[in-house]
Every structure is written in structure tokens, then in C-alpha cells.
């Protein structure tokens, strides 16, 4: 084996390297689409409001 231990972990380090620049890269992306969902999770609908004109006989 040419190898040495020394270049492996060189080589794994570079790798770890750019794996973290390509997060950070992703993280704005990630936390924005997580607010853009939070936001519109929190839409809700109150009571339905009733139509007061119509009796329960008719609908």
C-alpha cells in the first residue's frame, strides 16, 4: 500500500470540507422553506358562520 495513514486522512478531511460548505450552502434553503411552512400551517379557519336564516328543516 502506498498510502500513507497521513494522506488518507488529508483526503478525508478535504472530503468532510466540502460536505460542510454544501450544508451551509443548504441551511438558509432548509430554514426558509420551514418558516414558509410554519406560516402557512398556522392559517386556520374560525367557526364556519351560520346563516342564521335557514332553519334545520330546510338544508
Known amino acids: ?9 488529508n483526503e478525508w478531511r478535504a472530503i468532510l470540507h466540502v460536505q460542510a460548505r454544501v450544508a451551509v450552502l443548504f441551511v438558509p434553503v432548509v430554514a426558509s422553506l420551514l418558516i414558509i411552512a410554519a406560516l402557512a400551517g398556522n392559517e386556520r379557519k374560525a367557526v364556519p358562520d351560520v346563516d342564521r336564516t335557514v332553519t334545520g328543516s330546510v338544508r
Open 1 to 9: 500500500m502506498s498510502d500513507s495513514p497521513d494522506k488518507r486522512s
